[in-house]
């Protein structure tokens, strides 16, 4: 809770003092390509959930992006989509692994042996997100078809 606490704070902080801004431009000088954008934003996405948690990147890294999605036309359900997607990966993912703590005790094996084992799952999880990420579709096509 201390570091949701720390991140809801960091996240005002940034808005109110346009630091998001400033991130659009610069990001927007970088790049003006989605696809690119999107490949960045999924390389932030995946070093920070080796290290934090879903709800503090949600906090922190969203008012930062959610300009820049606006200027170049990024759909805000399919960003939302491939967010989840990151954390969800990054839930899996050593140093921190939330769900590596949860899974040792129900296998019955220490994290030393579980980490060897989610090799095929992360390989697949990441070609599930650059499906998601560049086959837009694949994820809007339910949101769509209920008129969102």
């Not at 920070?48 to 170049?72: H, Q």
């Not at 060897?116 to 078809?145: C, D, H, M, N, Q």
Request: glycine letters at 8%.
């Amino acid at each position: 809770m201390i570091i949701v606490g720390g991140a809801t704070i960091f996240s005002w902080v940034v808005t109110a003092e346009g630091v998001a801004q400033d991130i659009s431009a610069m990001l927007l000088g970088m790049t003006q390509n989605p696809y690119a954008l999107l490949a960045l934003i999924n390389i932030l996405f995946l070093i920070a959930g080796c290290f934090l948690d879903g709800i503090s990147i949600t906090y922190i890294f969203v008012p930062l992006f959610l300009p820049v999605l606006d200027k170049l036309g990024i759909d805000l359900i399919h960003f939302g989509i491939v967010l989840t997607v990151n954390v969800a990966i990054g839930q899996i993912t050593p140093p921190v692994g939330v769900n590596l703590f949860v899974a040792c005790p129900i296998a019955g094996l220490s994290l030393k042996e579980i980490r060897k084992s989610i090799g095929p799952f992360l390989i697949a999880s990441i070609v599930a997100l650059i499906i998601i990420t560049y086959l837009p579709e694949t994820s809007l096509w339910l949101p769509r078809l209920l008129g969102m």
